[in-house]
């Protein structure tokens, strides 16, 4: 699961992990330690010091502690298959960390499938119209977070499915019939 969501009513003063790095494991960190009574982060970039690191300042919050040099190799769940800890391994030696909640913050990579079909950023997002889901393509729509930079979210990618259907209906009708 995402941090940014649905926390509030399941991780409130709790204990959390955060697993990851860069910019996606920073904006959970900084929200989940508004929110949980400890937040450990374990960087998945093992080759890295803190000292190097940006997150270093996360780790100056007094809530949050990072686990670096640690891999995660499993969970432990309860009676009800919620999660209540996190193994790791640390210098060969396996542990168990209990918490309530894991959080995976570790990014995405865009599709590449439409590459050179239709015009797409230098991030991989296939370009469309402002406020439309028309890419380049007459008859090609595109929604969802294969377009969406800003929110990739779930029901924003279901209303832009919509719009799309919508876009290809009137399409096909006007060129079809
Ligand atoms: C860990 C995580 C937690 C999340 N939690 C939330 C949340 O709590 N609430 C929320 O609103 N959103 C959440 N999201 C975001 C949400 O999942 C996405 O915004 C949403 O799934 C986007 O829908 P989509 O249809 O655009 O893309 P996707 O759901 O990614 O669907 C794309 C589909 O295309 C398929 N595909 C890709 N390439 C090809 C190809 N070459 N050929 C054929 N098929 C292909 C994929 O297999 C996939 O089935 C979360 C995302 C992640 C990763």
């Known amino acids: 699961m995402c941090a940014q969501r649905a926390t509030v009513f399941f991780y409130k003063h709790e204990t959390v992990v955060v697993i990851g790095d860069g910019e996606e494991a920073y904006k959970d960190i900084l929200y989940l330690s508004s929110l949980c009574t400890k ?3 374990v960087p998945l970039k093992r080759t890295q010091t803190l000292s190097d690191d940006p997150g270093v300042s996360i780790c100056q919050k007094e809530n949050v502690e990072c686990l670096e040099q640690q891999v995660p190799i499993g969970f432990s769940t309860d009676s009800e298959g ?12 396996t542990y168990l960390l209990p918490c309530k909640g894991v959080f995976l913050a570790i990014g995405h990579t ?9 015009e797409m950023d230098e991030q991989g997002y296939i370009s469309i119209a402002d406020k439309a889901v028309c890419t380049n393509v007459p008859g090609v729509f595109a929604a969802g977070d294969c377009v969406d930079r800003r929110y990739r979210q779930a029901v ?3 209303s832009m499915g919509a719009q799309a259907a919508l876009e290809a209906k009137s399409w096909l009708r006007e060129h079809h019939e």
């Not at 919620?82 to 030696?93: D, F, P, R, V, Y």
């Not at 865009?110 to 239709?118: D, L, M, R």
């Open 156 to 158: 924003v990618a279901a």
């Open 39 to 41: 937040v450990y982060w």
């Open 110 to 118: 865009n599709s590449q499938a439409f590459k050179g079909f239709v």
């Open 82 to 93: 919620l999660i209540n800890g996190l193994q790791l391994q640390k210098a060969g030696e």
